[in-house]
């Protein structure tokens, strides 16, 4: 069965590091896809990989977050991936930084690289990968989402993305249930 993991962000040095980026840099930690040649095809960048009976694609859409979906889409048609095998890790307003959860399916709490991708899927019943970069106290969510981290943040970034490294890990081996049951809205930090 072929699976599809994608890690929604947005391209350029100018959005490096910021906190809708989040997916992207997860995705860079994870060992399993870091010996792969990445490939530019259907609007991104993306990579497969052979676990056990399994193939697993990794998908960095190079268009913008709105658009995410031009590049999801075609690259699940092309590999014949159903809806319900395709897990996109996002970042999440609404969970503290540092903790992370699994959905399946519902809504799509105006995140625009959602909402692109579930147009043009036709579909929103995929699974996700939500992690959380909490709300903004003063400035709007725009400014937010496309800012830097804080010193504190960055201070734990690397723990938090181990964290989100290993329920990666767990997806892929042991699937869905087993990793949203393990990290259903856990604080990786603490």
Not at 27 to 55: H, V
């Amino acid at each position: 069965m072929d699976r599809l993991i994608v890690a929604l962000g947005n391209p350029g040095i100018k959005y490096a590091h910021t906190r809708h980026n989040i997916a992207w840099e997860a995705l860079d930690f994870l060992p399993a896809q870091e010996n792969e040649t990445w490939k530019d095809k259907f609007k991104g960048q993306f990579c497969s990989i052979r676990d056990a009976d399994d193939k697993i694609h990794f998908l960095k859409p190079q268009t913008f977050m709105n658009l995410s979906g031009e590049s999801v889409a075609p690259m699940a048609k092309f590999f014949k991936i159903s809806v319900e095998n395709i897990l996109i890790i996002h970042d999440e307003l609404d969970l503290p930084y540092g903790s992370i959860a699994f959905k399946s399916g519902g809504g799509l709490a105006g995140h625009n690289g959602l909402k692109s991708s579930a147009a043009c899927l036709g579909s929103q019943d995929f699974k996700r990968l939500r992690l959380g970069i909490g709300r903004p106290m003063f400035s709007s969510v725009s400014d937010w989402v496309l800012s830097g981290y804080s010193s504190d943040e960055a201070a734990v970034f690397e723990t938090y993305m181990k964290g989100v490294v290993e329920a990666l890990e767990l997806y892929m081996k042991e699937g869905f249930q087993k990793a949203a049951s393990k990290f259903s809205k856990k604080n990786i930090l603490g």
